[in-house]
C-alpha cells in the first residue's frame, strides 16, 4: 500500500496541506494555482490558521484524474 492510499484510508473528516500534497502528487504552488482556477476544491478554515480538506473532496478530485500508470 502507497503512502496516498493510506492517508486516503485512515482519515476521516479533513486533511490537512502535507497530507494533501502527498495524496495528489503536485507541488504547493501547483496545488494553490489549481485553487485559483477552480480546478482543485477550496480548504476550509478550521480556525488558528488551520486549513483543511474534505478528504471526500479530495478523493473525488483524484478520482476524475486521467491515469499515468502504476505509482512510483
Known amino acids: 500500500m502507497n503512502a496516498m492510499t493510506n492517508i486516503l484510508q485512515t482519515r476521516d473528516g479533513y486533511l490537512?496541506?502535507?497530507e494533501v500534497?502527498?495524496?495528489v502528487r503536485i507541488g504547493k504552488s501547483t496545488l494553490y494555482?489549481?485553487?485559483d482556477k477552480g480546478?482543485?476544491?477550496?480548504?476550509y478554515d478550521l480556525?488558528?490558521?488551520a486549513v483543511g480538506w474534505l478528504r471526500s473532496?479530495?478523493?473525488k478530485w483524484i478520482?476524475?484524474?486521467p491515469r499515468r500508470g502504476p505509482p512510483r
Not at 480546478?39 to 480548504?43: D, L, N, Q, T, V
Open 57 to 59: 473532496e479530495v478523493e
Open 16 to 18: 490537512r496541506l502535507p
Open 47 to 49: 480556525g488558528g490558521g
Open 39 to 43: 480546478e482543485f476544491p477550496r480548504g
Open 63 to 65: 478520482e476524475t484524474r
Open 21 to 23: 500534497l502527498t495524496a
Open 33 to 35: 494555482r489549481r485553487i
